[in-house]
């Protein structure tokens, strides 16, 4: 079935990971990726092709995606009562277990559909909490998860199909006088809410504390950051060999990993692998990894790491810069590293990538090309965010020069009649004990006494 508007585009099914609570065996699915007014067919079928990852990450193989145009929402059913009776006329055709929508489904849409179309149907948002639920591995990671899972399920619970583990009977307790199966749901997953976020919250201030002792110190801190599957893990373990588990898959990262990497010149830093972006990522996501995503926003500065081989790739760069936006660490020095250059899909995305955005670098982490140019532009980097300073220190202040020695790097060090003379790289916030002693050079403009 093929027109004009209502378009359909088979796809070989694919290898993924079962999903545990929906079946034992291999799940077949329909992909419904709505195109708003105006959209261009292009655009609609890079959101497709994500959906699609999505959906196979997440362990079902797909069996088509179809594109529908959406000139007016529908406040019932979202696509006007046509497509309905099309798409169950799809559903006749191709038996398949699920019904996946790229768009964001209320409640209430939601259980309009799966009653038209008498079939579990769920959303875009609902399929990554799938593969976040399925990814999280550490305390942190799976009480975030199970965090937004319990939101976003909440106010669902009388669909007809529930996809995701809502808790039914999972905790023990009897029912109020006159309460009923549903009412007794909702209280007992408020409750769960309330008592994950006191858990999360103790173990986000153990994070918090082991970030203030990196920050405390005196080696500069950088995050990697950018799009899912964009090779952010694999340049962390070509960098350190910090062992971080690598796949070919979206998500494959959740839990931030740092560790110590030395540059050429002999200085060295910290590098934090962070979860990666994606567009439209779930606001509840958002919320519950926002300590995982703050490795960005206390880091001295960032390399966003862009995928050459996406189709879409300075969406992709946006998208990440939006998140950065919404962490509020924009302001920060970035290296935009251009990876799986031995891959490539566009290359006028890429030259207009260059033009756009500097310092940029061109990299295969996977061929090992490109590594030593990186390292080099974050040895510059690092520099230019710690000039070297020189300052005069009093002969009887060695207290001073211990905290030089223990806070920064010194390059120079002479004993003088008028004094020590240190010149140093130390960053800003060790700075403060030191501001009297400063000396400027002829190119430096010493502050006026007002």
Same mark, same amino acid.
């Given at each position: ?16 990971k ?6 034992e ?22 959101? /497709? ?25 529908n406040?019932?059913?979202?696509i006007?009562s046509g ?22 489904? @209320? ?9 038209e ?24 990671? !799976? ?36 309460? +009923? ?7 007992q ?7 994950l976020?006191?858990q ?9 504390i ?6 405390n110190?005196?080696v ?9 599957n964009?090779?952010?893990s ?14 070919n ?7 931030? +990993? ?8 002999g ?10 972006f !994606?567009?439209?990522?779930p &606001?509840n ?9 703050? =490795? ?22 946006? +998208? ?39 310092p940029?670098? =061109?990299?295969?982490?996977?061929? @090992? ?11 510059? +980097?690092?520099h230019?965010?710690?000039?070297t ?6 002969? @009887? ?5 211990a &905290? ?18 240190? /010149? ?11 501001? /009297? ?14």
């Amino acid at each position: 079935m093929e027109t004009d508007h209502f378009e359909q585009k088979e796809e070989n099914s694919s290898k993924g990971k079962r999903i545990h609570d929906i079946g034992e065996d291999k799940q077949k699915a329909l992909l419904m990726v709505i195109m708003e007014n105006n959209e261009e067919k292009a655009h609609a079928q890079v959101r /497709g092709e994500e959906l699609s990852s999505l959906v196979e990450t997440m362990g079902p193989s797909v069996i088509s995606t179809t594109y529908i145009p959406l000139r007016e929402a529908n406040s019932a059913t979202l696509i006007g009562s046509g497509k309905v009776q099309e798409i169950k006329a799809l559903i006749d055709q191709q038996s398949p277990d699920l019904i996946i929508f790229d768009h964001s489904l @209320n409640p209430r849409v939601q259980r309009n559909l799966e009653k038209e179309f008498d079939c579990c149907v769920i959303d875009r948002d609902e399929v990554i909490l799938q593969i976040f639920a399925d990814r999280a591995a550490t305390k942190e990671s !799976v009480l975030q998860v199970e965090l937004a899972r319990l939101e976003y399920s909440l106010p669902r619970l009388s669909r007809r199909w529930a996809n995701l583990s809502q808790q039914r009977g999972g905790v023990k307790g009897s029912k109020g006088e006159g309460e +009923t199966q549903l009412e007794l749901d909702h209280r007992q997953i408020k409750d769960k809410i309330v008592l994950l976020k006191t858990q999360l919250k103790k173990v986000q201030q153990q994070r918090t504390i082991q970030r203030n002792q990196r920050m405390n110190g005196n080696v500069p801190m950088g995050a990697i950051v950018g799009y899912t599957n964009s090779g952010k893990s694999s340049l962390l373990n070509a960098l350190s060999n910090a062992g971080v588990l690598v796949e070919n898959k979206l998500f494959a990262t959740l839990d931030p +990993t740092t560790r110590m990497v030395k540059l050429p010149g002999g200085e060295e830093i910290l590098l934090s692998d962070t979860v990666g972006f !994606v567009s439209d990522l779930p &606001h509840n996501l958002v919320d519950s990894f926002k300590s995982t995503l703050e =490795e960005a926003k206390y880091a001295d500065f960032l390399i966003i790491v862009c995928d050459a081989s996406h189709p879409d790739m300075i969406n992709c760069y946006k +998208t990440t810069v939006k998140v950065l936006e919404e962490l509020g660490c924009t302001d920060k020095p970035a290296i935009v590293m251009i990876n799986k250059m031995d891959a490539i899909y566009d290359q006028f995305a890429v030259s207009r990538m260059k033009s756009l955005y500097s310092p940029t670098v =061109e990299t295969s982490v996977k061929n @090992n090309q490109g590594i030593e140019e990186l390292l080099k532009q974050i040895g510059e +980097t690092i520099h230019e965010l710690c000039p070297t300073t020189h300052y005069r220190i009093p002969d @009887n202040r060695y207290d001073l020069i211990a &905290h030089i020695r223990r806070t920064g790097q010194v390059e120079t060090l002479d004993y003088t009649d008028n004094g020590i003379e240190v /010149g140093a790289r130390i960053q800003k916030r060790f700075q403060g004990p030191l501001e /009297g002693f400063r000396m400027f050079t002829e190119e430096e403009e010493e502050p006026s006494e007002e």
